[in-house]
């Protein structure tokens, strides 16, 4: 498939150079012309900075831009080409965006956290797709198989569900760990003598679930250390190490 | 070293398990002869389950039995030797536990989760000792080196300190993906899908720093969609969601 890539960001990079194996990316659009060679150039793409210049003649058009952007950009390029299959990245951004300015459209959303310059086993990566129809469907599902041994269908609201759970899951544990961090910083610690511990506990939430791998003071309901905790923390540590505790003990209760 | 096991549960069957490579486990005890026999008998060692039988001329004795369990199993076996070094590896419990029955003593604690039958890499394994004297540390210092590569000194305040941090960094952390691990099975999604997103974040984490890595609608000050996620959630989700985005959103303020 002949694939213009709108965006020039990590996603953009990320899943350009995946797609870049099986099909032709014709083109990568960023307002940044650097920006859109630095993602173009190794995949032998077109460069551009400009909307004017998005090709009429690609099968597929890939909008990874930030949401805010997603309406002004479809409406610069509504109706360029209504056979093709035009899809946006974005989980948290319904499909209906393009309603009335393309035919054909979806949604292609990858499932992972994208950094500059740090590899990702694309294969691995979940993809949830959507489409207005089943050909369009179709068309975005072997696109994402070529890329993806893991792709799923997931409508708006399961993606914004998704994108709750992965919050909670990756955002707030992430914001834990800085709160980890900076506990042990004040005893000159490193963070990373947590390191066995967290892979561990990653490991074993995997293989037997997070309910049946909950450990800690909380789940054996020892009121005494959790209050011995709270007596050593302050303001939002403290609201935290209270909440969390009292959320684990109701979960755990013994009826 | 002649060493003597006090306790035949996860902590203790791993740590027996590692020492025994390097040093002679003379016994095993557990209340359960069953239990002691488990740990005992695959490394050459004598399964007792009457503190009237533990030896008195073993180099070390390491105490690995719950927390509550420590101060009268101390008090049963005080001035056993007074010559030998004793300690226990219980990260939440002081050292002087064993003041005034024991003449040597420190505290060898593993910051690991143990799972039985979950084989673990000891030598990365941080153990944090402390003891009553020079010549103690150093005994228990030769002992942590001989089975791990990472071995701190850490007194009480330093030890709480961390086991704060670890409840932070792994406790809450399972529980934010039992919460994710809830709202995708309502979908039908397994937990699963999440794994290459987790195995990234944590990565990241340890790379850059839990700080640095931060991401989300709270880091990027985005209200809109923290609101629109806080009306999809109910009870202590919506709570927890409410109190760590806020907490995020303070620690990212731009002043």
Partial sequence: MKIVI?????????IAQALSDSHEIAQVYSRSLEHAIAVAEPLGAAAINDLEQVAADADVYL????DDALPSIIDRLAHVNDHAVWAHTAGSRPMELFAGKMARYGVFYPLQTFTKGVPVEMSKVPFFIEAVDDATLAELDTLAQSISSRVYHADSAMRKRMHVASVFACNFTNYLWSVADRLLSDHDIPFDVLAPLLEVTLNKALTIGPKAAQTGPARRGDRGVIEAHLAMLHDGDRDIYRLLSEEILKAYEQH
Avoid: K, Q
């Avoid at 909008?63 to 930030?66: H, K, M, V, Y």
């Fill in 63 to 66: 909008l990874s831009i930030t």
């Fill in 6 to 14: 709108i965006g020039a960001g990590n996603v953009a990079s990320h």
